[in-house]
């Protein structure tokens, strides 16, 4: 009876325990999704002024300060976005701001009726503009940015998948791809276009851009012809990488491949290769993971290139057509690769190995034509696709 009776005294404690431990749960999971609210006592507001140093803005409004400019403030450590337009001065006004180190990245799209009215020429401007870590903690750290105007180019990088396949097998990342696509009204070649990463550590240079690695479109100039709204893929191997991880891709039908004759790189006979120009390292062209930035260039016949230190080949930024820069962290623009007239922002944000790719949105159709989001701001022109979608546009 004393054995019986401790039974039923342990078994209560135990539901008892187990009772409490589901409340305390269910009290830490909803602490834990509520919105954290900061003391007012420590919320303050400030402004940034938004400036033109191209003529486009001066032409239309007489000055270079810019009105209706959307201004996005991220805090580094916070991860808080603060976005504002600016009034008429130029003035992005914001309130609530918590102290912290910001990133502002900037654009103003000035539409084609108005450019039209104002300068004579009958297409779309856009502007752009970012500052990096940018101390905040009271009304009068305010700042300013500059904007300049994005060149538009027929050929636009569309989607990027670098983030690799997830296990198994693990550190899968030889199905990474690089969509391009035609985002004119033209039949556009591919030939003589280029493919290349560009390293860090060099932003400031206004001549020059230094890639790790260098591949070129094969092609005499009309062999590869590209459609109004027609896409390029280059595989990093053009094969069906399902076979070796059934969560990754199939490449094998990809219009070219990277390929390295220095290794016993995996060749595709089927599948035309890139003109190997730099290759830095690696048994491959290899994208990063994590962070990178990837570069479309259009060369001429007859163009010769130089070398940086540490064994980059430099190029012409007026060579240039399209970048892109993504990273893990996107509240981190403080070591940025591109300038903001290639790429004002970044995209990516996503975890390595996780099958994801990012692609630029759709701007807006033009007689059935999709025309993709191109202002030089990855921030802006890009989001993330769950499941990759190598040769069409979502």
Not at 217 to 246: L, R, S
Not at 259 to 276: E, K, T
Not at 300 to 311: A, I, K, S
Request: charged content about 20%.
């Amino acid at each position: 009876m004393q054995l019986f009776k401790a039974k039923n005294m342990l078994t209560g404690k135990i539901k008892i325990s187990c009772i409490l431990l589901f409340l305390l749960s269910m009290l830490y999971f909803q602490r834990c999704t509520e919105e954290i609210t900061y003391p007012e006592s420590v919320q303050f507001s400030s402004t940034v002024h938004i400036v033109d140093s191209s003529y486009v803005t001066k032409g239309i409004y007489g000055s270079t300060d810019v009105p209706g400019a959307l201004v996005n403030l991220s805090g580094t450590s916070t991860g808080l976005r603060f976005s504002a337009k600016t009034d008429r001065r130029g003035i992005a006004t914001f309130s609530h701001l918590l102290p912290d180190f910001y990133n502002c990245d900037v654009q103003r799209v000035y539409p084609e009726d108005t450019v039209l009215q104002f300068l004579g020429v009958a297409k779309e401007a856009v502007v752009v503009g970012s500052k990096a870590v940018q101390k905040m903690s009271r009304a009068a750290d305010s700042f300013f940015v500059a904007l300049k105007m994005v060149a538009r180019t027929p050929f636009v990088l569309s989607e990027i998948y670098y983030n690799g396949a997830p296990p198994p097998p693990p550190l899968y990342f030889h199905d990474q791809f690089t969509e391009i696509y035609n985002n004119s009204q033209d039949t556009v070649y591919i030939d003589g276009y280029a493919i290349g990463d560009v390293d860090y550590g060099y932003l400031d240079d206004p001549d020059f851009v230094y890639c790790i690695h260098l591949y070129e479109f094969p092609g005499n100039g009309t062999d590869y012809p590209v459609a109004p709204g027609g896409t390029v893929i280059v595989a990093q191997d053009a094969e069906d990488h399902t076979m070796k991880n059934p969560k990754s891709l199939d490449l094998s039908n990809a219009d070219f491949e990277y390929y390295n004759p220095l290794s016993s790189d995996i060749d595709n006979p089927f599948v035309p290769n890139m003109i190997q120009i730099h290759h830095k390292y690696g048994f491959d062209f290899l994208y990063s993971v994590m962070n990178d930035a990837i570069v479309l260039f259009k060369l001429e016949e007859g163009d010769t290139l130089g070398y940086g230190p540490f064994n980059l080949i430099k190029v012409p930024k007026a060579w240039v057509v399209d970048g892109v820069e993504y990273k893990e962290d996107l509240g981190n623009l403080e070591f940025k690769r591109l300038s903001d007239d290639i790429d004002a922002g970044l995209t990516g944000g996503i975890p390595s190995y996780q099958g994801k790719s990012v692609a630029r949105k759709v701007f807006k159709i033009i007689d059935g034509q999709k025309v993709l989001s191109d202002h030089n701001n990855s921030f802006i022109d890009f989001q993330v696709l769950d499941i990759p979608s190598p040769g069409s546009i979502e």
